[in-house]
């Protein structure tokens, strides 16, 4: 099964949930052969592998690398997008 996306959930050194992203699969590869999945802005990097294994991946200078994210799968069509249900208009 190939997940189209993810919610990453960003976490501090006490296991508290901090942030939580959506992110959506890339066409790229990551440097473990896993894909990599991005958030809308392009600036959230991450490859993740069918374990559910994250490595994030920097997009820029200066960013720290995330020690303690978790993959949590979604859905492929989101009930909340109108454009998930065609019989909706």
């Known amino acids: 099964m190939n997940t ?3 919610e ?3 976490s501090d050194a006490t296991g508290s949930a901090r942030d939580v992203v959506t992110v959506e ?3 790229s590869k ?3 052969g896993h894909p990599v999945y991005a958030d809308p802005s392009g600036i959230i990097r991450a490859e993740i592998s069918d ?4 490595r994030v991946l920097a ?3 200066h960013q720290e690398p995330a020690q ?3 993959a949590r799968p979604l859905p ?3 009930p909340a997008d109108p454009a998930a249900d065609p019989e909706r208009f």
Do not use: A, I, Q
């Open 4 to 6: 189209l996306r993810y």
């Open 8 to 10: 990453l959930l960003f």
């Open 25 to 27: 699969r890339t066409l």
């Open 30 to 32: 990551g440097p473990g």
């Open 51 to 54: 374990r559910g294994e994250v």
């Open 59 to 61: 997009s820029g200078g």
């Open 68 to 70: 303690s994210v978790l």
């Open 76 to 78: 492929d069509s989101d």
